[in-house]
């Protein structure tokens, strides 16, 4: 016993390192599965709170550019409502929108996230799609009451279906990590004609966010006879610094989908 | 030194806050970003208390992670380079120039020896920091941890100004 004192007075600080080091790295590869770890839901609701007061603060400054922006959507919009009769096969599914705010943003991270202050009693739930009027933002990943955490595209884990707006090609959209203005196509075959300033679009096929959502443009391309596959990396056309509104994608029809098509693995 | 660690307890918030409402918005190139939090571990005085040095560096780190959102990352980095820190500062200062309860800044052992002081522990904290949070070793994140380093340098050298007593 006094052999075991003696131990661990003379090496204390390699025993509190130790289980220091232990705790911190246990929390590492945990907070993987990023909605397991509960010490981040919880302080997900109080950073909420923190990040909505500064934010405030800050919109002051920006109300010129917002008003603009909103000018700028309006219109769109507006020609939204007149081309809509036209096409009735392509619109199949319908969606709403519900319009939030972003609190708070990250761009430098490997892995990005975003919060909005419009959570589950708004309708918010997680799987909605997020876009704003540029582009697509991201995927809702886990909300609170009043608020909801979005893996924005520039997340290591994010992969949203698109497709080339001329070509009509399938692919997925990834994000190497560095540079928040540009992210990379993936599974496009080399036989693909692509040309730089393509158009990125999301496609139809998922339930999450409607077909036709501006992406990105195509900056450079690559064949690369290893893989099959293009190297493609685009330009985004959302501005992960600058976007302060958000809107979330909601489908009744959507739901309905998912589950006519689970039938089929049963 | 009980009146040192409340000094360190009473900068711990101020340092948090700036850190993640200032510095966290700003970014250099599009992706670096400067992490002023470590000065407050670099110079803390060579005798502080160990374990207090330990508990400090790891609340610290986790502070910083939670509002980050990746949990474990800065904790990690900070200890390391919290044990490592007495003999790196063993190599670069000279031991003879200070008292026990002086602070490690440019005006107590001097410019020479803080610059390669504060450098190598950024560089170790940087480097442990990225490659966890990439999961993954290339040439770009070396860049990106040399050039993190170079900023958050520079950041201390200029913050470290303030902590002078005429």
Redesign the interface.
């Known amino acids: 016993m006094q052999n075991l004192l003696r131990f661990i007075r003379m090496y204390n600080v390699l025993i509190i390192f130790l289980f220091f080091q232990g705790l911190s790295i246990n929390l590492y590869l945990n907070s993987n599965s990023f909605q397991n770890s509960v010490a981040l839901e919880h302080a997900n609701n109080y950073k909420g709170k923190i990040y909505s007061l500064t934010n405030n603060i800050n919109e002051y400054f920006q109300l010129k550019k917002i008003n603009k922006q909103l000018l700028n959507e309006n219109t769109k919009l507006y020609n939204l409502i007149n081309s809509n009769n036209k096409n009735s096969i392509e619109n199949i599914k319908e969606y709403k929108y519900i319009s939030s705010k972003i609190i708070n943003n990250s761009i430098h991270k490997r892995d990005n996230f975003l919060t909005i202050n419009k959570g589950n009693r708004h309708g918010v739930k997680p799987g909605m799609g997020v876009i704003c009027e540029n582009g697509v933002i991201g995927i809702i990943h886990s909300t609170t009451e009043k608020f909801s955490l979005i893996i924005s595209i520039l997340n290591k884990k994010s992969a949203i279906s698109i497709c080339l707006k001329r070509q009509n090609n399938y692919g997925s959209l990834k994000w190497n990590g560095f540079n928040y203005k540009k992210a990379n196509i993936e599974n496009i075959p080399n036989h693909v004609k692509v040309e730089i300033g393509d158009t990125i679009i999301t496609n139809g096929y998922s339930t999450i966010f409607p077909s036709g959502i501006n992406i990105g443009i195509v900056d450079s391309f690559k064949k690369n006879s290893e893989s099959g596959n293009q190297d493609i990396i685009i330009k985004l056309f959302t501005d992960f610094n600058k976007i302060k509104h958000a809107y979330v994608v909601e489908s009744d029809e959507s739901r309905e989908q998912l589950s006519l098509e689970s039938l089929k693995d049963e | 030194m009980s009146k040192t660690i409340i000094k360190y307890i009473y900068q711990l918030p101020i340092f948090l806050l700036i850190q993640i ?1 200032v510095l ?1 918005e700003i ?1 250099f190139a ?4 400067p992490y002023l939090y470590l000065i407050i571990l670099i110079i803390m005085p060579i005798k502080t208390p ?2 207090f040095l ?2 400090y560096a ?1 609340t610290f ?2 502070l910083i ?9 800065h ?2 980095a900070c ?2 380079m919290v ?1 490592i820190k007495s003999s790196i500062s063993k190599i670069t200062i000279p031991h003879n120039i200070i008292e026990d309860t002086d602070e490690l800044i440019m005006q107590k052992i001097g410019a020479k020896s803080f610059i390669l002081f504060s450098s190598i522990l950024i560089f170790i904290h940087h480097a442990i920091l990225f490659l ?4 993954a070793f290339n040439f ?1 994140i070396l860049i ?1 941890i040399i050039l993190s380093t170079l900023i958050t340098s520079i950041i201390i050298y200029i913050t470290q100004l303030f902590f002078y007593k005429v």
């Open positions: 409402y966290n970014l599009a992706y670096i970003n160990k374990w330990l508990i790891f780190g986790l992670d939670v509002f980050s959102g990746n949990l474990g990352i904790s990690t200890l390391i044990i966890l949070e990439h999961a770009q990106k």
